[in-house]
């Protein structure tokens, strides 16, 4: 029994509601091969959280919110285990999360800056990435995983 309180708050703390300091109605087009959207989203961050809040036709159809945990309205699981299910397990933890943010990804392997921000091209026997991020658009593909991430700003 004293094992117990500290198990539940550990495994609700991965899923509870964040204090998210920036919030930005974006474009946003996921393509895998379990997860497939293209509409209204929300984003919003905080210092160590962000949520994607996915809309389609002004009806809320699904939520991704990532911490220490990625969770989705199905429920929560580590990162590695998010990635192996629904990207690619050839990904580095993070890879969600900073994607979404705008990050470098790989720790930044073949960094090209640009005017606007960066690319990167990263192609492996696993992986055919080309990466770009914008002040107005983050843009991710693997040709090899039949992955698509984009996130435009609304004009």
Known sequence: MKYLLPLIFIVFSGC???NY??????IITIKTPLLKFSDLGY???SADAVRLELFVAGNNVQNISINHLICV???CMGKKS??????????????????ILGRYIFDAQDVVK??????????TQNVDIKYRVTDKEIYFK????????????IK
């Open 73 to 75: 309205d199905d429920g």
């Open 114 to 123: 640009t005017p606007t921000g960066f690319e990167q091209k990263i192609v």
């Open 21 to 26: 300091e920036q919030s930005q109605s974006k």
């Open 16 to 18: 509870s509601i964040k």
């Open 142 to 153: 693997d040709k090899k995983n039949h992955i698509l991430f984009k996130i435009k700003d």
């Open 82 to 99: 998010f990635n192996e299910e629904f990207l690619s397990s050839f990904y580095p933890e993070d890879i969600l999360q900073n994607i």
């Open 43 to 45: 984003l919003k961050k």
